[in-house]
């Protein structure tokens, strides 16, 4: 059983209502919290505890799995939280916060143990993590976690100086750098599905893989975040950890142990073996960066980016992001491995679809019918589950072939129950087990493939490629699959 003090700063934002305190009481009812632990909340508003332990009620109410346990039961679970108001830059409320928490750490017998959740603008990590360290925070006898959350950084050099700061108050093994995306449990599955089936692995290279492609569409503008977003753009706030995460658990030799850093390496060893772009024009060639502009859908004109909320109206920031991508190992030569991501696309879709190479042209001849390649598609949301399309006797007696689905999706309902992204990543962390958190490493290698594309675009000062909202975003995607001969294959 987990026995610690969970700090989270930030804890009056909206990442906090929507996903933290869901999780600590979804893991709490499934009794994987027990009793020995506490929750403080940290901001800067004041706020007295009953008035902190009625929004974390709310923020249960409208977003957790189970619902909110009557009153003498929630009593009980709400006990484990305390509010403290606090100035991050003042080393004075640390120590009083050291004070609390060690009173706490007494009363729920949690054996000093610390898991720091930094819900909260990067540019303050460092800050915080000095305040920690000298507010006597990390002077107990048990483990100290920091949890932080993208991005981190805006490039290479600017995430070094972070870690730089990080590294001086913790070790890497203590510093869990969230991906949410490690935490979907269909992301999770890629590794199961792909090691623990014998039929995969022989199959699983360039001799019978012809493309992976990965989708990760969103309906949604910017909404209210156009002050971060117009700054990051889409290849920073999806494509520098959530992608190219995506392309090395589908890429990843099978670690010697299935142990967090041997998972790790082999994901570092993808990463390190992306083909880096050699010159501006092989960016051109090979990534597309699109904005949207107004567009219909269903009756309605969506505005375009450029008036979206708090976004420059000549912003050059990329919405959508697609580009081909080469793993230049000997397991992946010469694959392409396709990823693309965008706001107002048509679905809210992530899902990765591996087409097979087909089989030996004319076998079929006599049929005059082209043959389906076949397909294996992860659908990670909205639906979970596994798909193959495979080629099968048509029925009855013409004697064709049609492509027929093998289809292991879970129910809705079944995807409906299964935990949040965020309170395993939160169940792991407590625990220990950083497999699905990105090491430094990792991180350092994503950035020097994305800094590589956002130079390129710097020079070229174009504007984006446009798009209509609501639409598959700029045609120049399908271009780059047609010079291979491929298609996008539609979302199942
Ligand atoms: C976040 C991005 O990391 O992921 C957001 O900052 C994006 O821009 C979100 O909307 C998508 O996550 P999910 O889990 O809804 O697919």
Request: no cysteine; charged share 25%; aromatic share 12%.
């Amino acid at each position: 059983m987990i026995g610690a003090v969970f700090l989270i700063f930030g804890a009056t934002g909206d990442l906090a209502k929507r996903k933290l305190f869901p999780a600590i009481y979804s893991m709490y009812r499934e009794g994987k919290l027990g009793e020995n632990f506490a929750v403080v909340g940290l901001a800067r508003r004041p706020r007295s505890n009953d008035e902190f332990r009625s929004d974390v009620r709310e923020a249960i109410v409208e977003f957790a799995r189970h619902d909110a346990a009557e009153n003498g039961e929630w009593n009980k679970f709400a006990e484990h939280f305390q509010y403290m108001s606090l100035d991050i830059h003042n080393v004075e409320g640390f120590r009083q916060l050291n004070g609390l928490v060690n009173e706490l750490d007494r009363k729920f017998d949690t054996n000093g143990n610390r898991l720091f959740y930094l819900a909260l603008a990067p540019e303050l990590f460092g800050d915080v993590s000095f305040n920690l360290r000298e507010g006597g925070l990390l002077q107990t006898t048990g483990w100290h976690r920091l949890v932080i959350e993208k991005p981190f950084g805006y490039d290479l050099p600017t995430a070094q100086k972070l870690n730089g700061q990080l590294r001086q108050v913790f070790e890497e093994s203590d510093i869990y750098r969230i991906d949410h995306y490690l935490g979907k449990e269909m992301v999770q599955n890629i590794g199961v599905f792909r090691f623990a089936n014998s039929f995969i692995e022989p199959l699983w290279n360039n001799k019978h893989i012809a493309n992976i492609q990965i989708t990760l569409s969103e309906t949604v503008g910017v909404e209210e975040r156009g002050g971060y977003y117009d700054h990051a753009g889409a290849l920073r706030d999806m494509g520098q950890n959530h992608m190219l995460q995506m392309i090395a658990m589908m890429a990843m030799e099978p670690p010697s142990r299935m142990h967090p850093e041997d998972i790790r390496d082999e994901k570092v060893k993808v990463l390190r073996s992306l083909r880096a772009f050699e010159s501006d024009e092989a960016v051109k060639e090979d990534v597309v960066r699109g904005q949207y502009v107004q567009g219909e859908v269903n009756g309605k004109m969506l505005p375009a980016y450029r008036d979206e909320d708090k976004v420059n109206p000549d912003s050059h920031t990329e919405t959508y992001f697609m580009a081909r991508v080469f793993v230049d190992n000997f397991r992946w030569a010469g694959v392409p491995f396709y990823i693309r991501t965008g706001k107002r696309l048509p679905s809210k879709t992530t899902e990765v679809v591996v087409e097979f190479k087909n089989i030996p042209d004319g076998v079929y001849l006599a049929e005059k019918q082209k043959l389906e390649p076949n397909l294996l598609v992860f659908r990670v949301h909205p639906e979970e589950g596994i798909y193959f399309k495979m080629n099968a006797k048509d029925q009855g007696a013409s004697g064709g072939i049609t492509p027929i689905a093998l289809d292991f999706s879970h129910s809705s309902e079944v995807g409906f129950n299964t935990p949040e992204a965020y309170e395993r990543l939160l169940y792991d962390a407590a625990r220990g087990d950083s497999t699905y958190f990105t090491r430094w490493d990792e991180v350092a290698h994503a950035w020097e493939y994305v800094d590589r594309i956002a130079q390129a675009w710097r020079n070229a000062e174009e504007d984006p490629e446009f798009y209509a909202a609501g639409s598959w975003g700029p045609e120049r995607a399908n271009e780059i699959l047609a010079k291979n001969g491929f298609k996008w294959w539609p979302i199942f």
